[in-house]
């Protein structure tokens, strides 16, 4: 399974726009990307996952380049709930087991 | 609402002893996989099960064993309990049809 690679924290305030960039550069092919969510004393959360280009939903946006060596997950004006961990993770679909790294500790500010 | 339910929420075991967590997926769910998730660390990939058979583990000895039943229920028994097991258990399910797991709250297990 391809290993990822993504800041350990990051601050923002309210109202911005947050871009958190994951590096996969073992991908392989059959490989999709898919984020997850955690807050404290809770299970993680399905976010967006795609294959390649562009995948948005009511949550967030996915931005895979044509060599999908990383990808960039967007998530739009954050308001303070958007405080939590946030997991890249890539494999298989159907999912088989997931490998989770120490993951990106968001920050929102007031 | 997660439609993975996960019991108890919180317990607290002696070094030596068993314990047996339980989790309820949702309907049609026929994969569950067990993660360990050590504070300030990613969830750690435990088994998984799929039409109650063992399908995959991670790197933990035998004295963590698992069983899926098929009112989507499953159990994570470990024995012979050590202060490192101390960490929050959670429960995913999944279909074949979804692209991804619906993940429990997790039980907070100390072991002192």
């Known amino acids: 399974l391809a290993k990822t690679t993504q800041p350990i924290s990051m601050d923002s305030y309210e109202g911005q726009e947050v871009n958190i960039t994951c590096s996969h550069n073992n991908i392989a092919t059959n490989d999709y990307i898919t984020w997850y969510q955690q807050f404290p004393s809770q299970g993680p959360r399905f976010i967006i996952q795609?294959?390649?280009t562009k995948v948005t939903n009511e949550v967030a946006s996915l931005f895979i380049p044509a060599d999908r060596k990383s990808s960039t997950l967007s998530l739009p004006r954050v308001s303070l709930s958007d405080t939590a961990v946030y997991y890249c993770?890539?494999?298989?679909?159907?999912?088989?087991?997931?490998?989770f790294g120490q993951g990106t500790e968001l920050s929102v500010k007031p | 609402e997660t439609g993975v339910t996960q019991s108890p929420t919180h317990l607290i075991k002696t070094r030596g002893q068993q314990v047996t967590l339980r989790c309820s997926s949702q309907s049609g769910h026929n994969t569950v996989s067990w993660y360990q998730q050590a504070l300030g660390q990613g969830p750690q990939f435990i088994f998984q099960?799929?039409?109650?058979?063992?399908?995959g583990r991670g790197n933990f000895p035998p004295r963590f064993s698992g069983l899926q039943f098929p009112n989507y229920s499953s159990e994570l028994n470990v024995n012979a309990l050590e202060l490192d097991d101390s960490a929050l258990y959670l429960c995913?399910?999944?279909?074949?049809?979804?692209?991804?797991?619906?993940f429990g709250s997790g039980t907070r297990l100390t072991v002192v």
């Open positions: 099960y799929y039409r109650e058979e063992e399908n």
């Open positions: 993770l890539v494999g298989d679909i159907p999912p088989g087991k997931l490998i």
């Open positions: 995913a399910s999944s279909s074949a049809l979804n692209y991804g797991y619906t």
């Open positions: 795609g294959y390649k």
